[in-house]
């Protein structure tokens, strides 16, 4: 089955740095890769995803990257703000695949 | 409004005694699923269900059962509820596999 590993696993940025949290996954049939964002106490909610025929995707200072060869994609913040501060997962699974497998997140701590 | 709700929200049992949470969504979605969330691993799907009466297990299913009667209802249930079974659940639905998966507001379990 599919594994995701997800790093780092906490991260503590800048507010107006950057922050880039990686993945990589095991099934190379994978091809649809979102990203789930959860505040504290709160449910996972999507902020991007991206499908196997695309490279990057950009939504506002959020974009996410795939690397379909090495297998890994990597979402990227810019211009971080206090809002930014949650934990982050990422997923994999084949569209039309009933499993969704997730890495076991990052707590990103924005520093104002 | 769009949404899918877990009932109860916290819940404290013993050992032992059975229990259901429900999971309700009004959105239409063929696709639900049951997840427990851990500190350090992540989001782990327990079970899945493609549409009615048609299940099949997560990766940590051991313990758990579901049914799917109703498209809209998909309840957990814990026959013998055991202290490893301590965790947050949530629940999610999405039109496909493969597709965005919206989350319950998850129901914190303790069981002594």
């Known amino acids: 089955g599919e594994n995701v590993e997800q790093h780092p696993s906490t991260l503590s940025v800048q507010e107006g740095d950057s922050a880039v949290i990686k993945c990589t996954y095991s099934?190379?049939?994978?091809?649809?890769f979102p990203w789930y964002k959860q505040e504290l106490g709160k449910r996972p909610q999507l902020i991007i995803d991206i499908r196997s025929n695309v490279g990057e995707k950009k939504d506002q200072r959020i974009a996410v990257t795939l690397n379909k060869t090495a297998k890994h994609f990597s979402l990227h913040i810019t211009e971080t703000q206090p809002e930014d501060s949650a934990v982050y997962f990422c997923?994999?699974?084949?569209?039309?695949?009933?499993?969704?497998?997730f890495g076991t997140g990052t707590r990103l701590t924005i520093i104002p | 409004e769009a949404q899918v709700t877990q009932n109860p929200r916290y819940l404290i049992t013993v050992t032992g005694k059975k229990l259901t949470v429900t999971c309700s969504q009004n959105m239409n979605h063929e696709y639900m699923s049951w997840y427990r969330q851990d500190p350090g691993l992540g989001l782990r799907q327990i079970y899945y269900?493609?549409?009615?009466?048609?299940?099949d297990k997560g990766d940590v299913p051991e313990g758990y059962k579901v049914s799917r009667k109703e498209k809209r209802n998909f309840p957990l249930i814990l026959e013998s509820p055991s202290p490893n079974q301590t965790s947050l659940y949530f629940c999610?639905?999405?039109?496909?596999?493969?597709?965005?998966?919206?989350f319950g507001p998850g129901t914190r379990l303790t069981v002594l």
């Open positions: 997923a994999a699974t084949r569209s039309g695949n009933e499993k969704l497998t």
């Open positions: 999610a639905s999405s039109g496909t596999g493969g597709d965005t998966q919206y």
């Open positions: 269900s493609m549409n009615v009466e048609v299940t």
């Open positions: 099934d190379s049939a994978s091809n649809y």
